[in-house]
């Protein structure tokens, strides 16, 4: 069982930077991908960044990327999602997942615990 706590929403304007951050419980953190997902109001959940167990590979939404990092921090269980010049289109309730293995994924069913989710709100 893996507990993940997403924290670091807020109101930001365009143009403006949040980090995200995403506690993930268990002493296991290290050997599994996770994953950045985003729901705004009455669409799908869709992928935002993933990355590796390891830390090495990374992969990005064309939407985000060039804007959006994805990293962790394994020794202390921790994913991060640093949120740069940021648009009123990135509005939407942002949620951390984990893989159901060491790759990153862009799939939801690729992933098998999620956290409750950190609202983020940019305006114009």
């Known amino acids: 069982q893996v507990q993940l706590v997403e924290s670091g929403g807020g109101l930001v304007q365009a143009g403006g930077s949040l980090r995200l951050s995403c506690a993930a419980s268990?002493?296991?953190?290290?050997?599994?991908?996770m994953g950045w997902f985003r729901q705004a109001p009455g669409k799908e959940r869709e992928f935002v960044a993933t990355?590796?167990?390891?830390?090495?590979?990374?992969h990005y939404a064309g939407s985000v990327n060039g804007r959006f990092t994805i990293s962790r921090d394994n020794a202390n269980n921790m994913l991060y999602l640093q949120m740069n010049s940021l648009k009123p289109e990135d509005t939407a309730l942002y949620y951390c997942?984990?893989?159901?293995?060491?790759?990153?994924?862009?799939?939801?069913?690729?992933?098998?615990?999620w956290g409750q989710g950190t609202q983020v709100t940019v305006s114009s």
């Open positions: 268990g002493r296991t953190f290290g050997t599994y991908g």
């Open positions: 990355i590796s167990a390891g830390g090495v590979a990374t």
């Open positions: 997942a984990k893989t159901r293995g060491s790759a990153g994924a862009s799939h939801l069913d690729d992933y098998d615990y």
